[in-house]
Nanobody
Framework: QVQLVESGGGLVQPGGSLRLSCAAS????????IGWFRQAPGKEREGVSC????????YYADSVKGRFTISRDNAKNTVYLQMNSLKPEDTAVYYC???????????????WGQGTQVTVSS
């Protein structure tokens, strides 16, 4: 069964950190570009970050550059999103997606996870 499962979300104070995980089963992440996306209440889903296949080039939305870091561990079939200096506007449900081909920060993908809630609040 092909599946992506996100974990690591939660409640954190402004300025805090979280690390999200996106674990794949039933297929190998090595052959896909993996993106992280988020959707806040009443807003459209938006791209946050993406890591490509091969050389592992990374891409970030302007709103998270310098604060978030995406990485992949092919041995664990998992992609991570390290989120530092979190802000209340980062509050959203975060999703990962696996996509054939190149990285894009538009919400497209062949496989999607179910999402994990991130809430940044004091």
């Amino acid at each position: 069964q092909v599946q992506l499962v996100e974990s690591g979300g939660g409640l954190v104070q402004p300025g805090g950190s979280l690390r999200l995980s996106c674990a794949a089963s039933g297929f190998t992440l090595d052959y896909y570009a993996i993106g992280w996306f988020r959707q806040a209440p009443g807003k459209e889903r938006e791209g946050v970050s993406c890591i490509s296949i091969g050389n592992g080039s990374t891409y970030y939305a302007d709103s998270v550059k310098g604060r978030f870091t995406i990485s992949r561990d092919n041995a664990k079939n998992t992609v991570y999103l390290q989120m530092n200096s979190l802000k209340p506007e980062d509050t959203a449900v975060y999703y990962c997606a696996a996509k054939f081909g190149i990285c894009v920060l538009t919400p497209v993908g062949e496989y999607w996870g179910q999402g994990t809630q991130v809430t940044v609040s004091s």
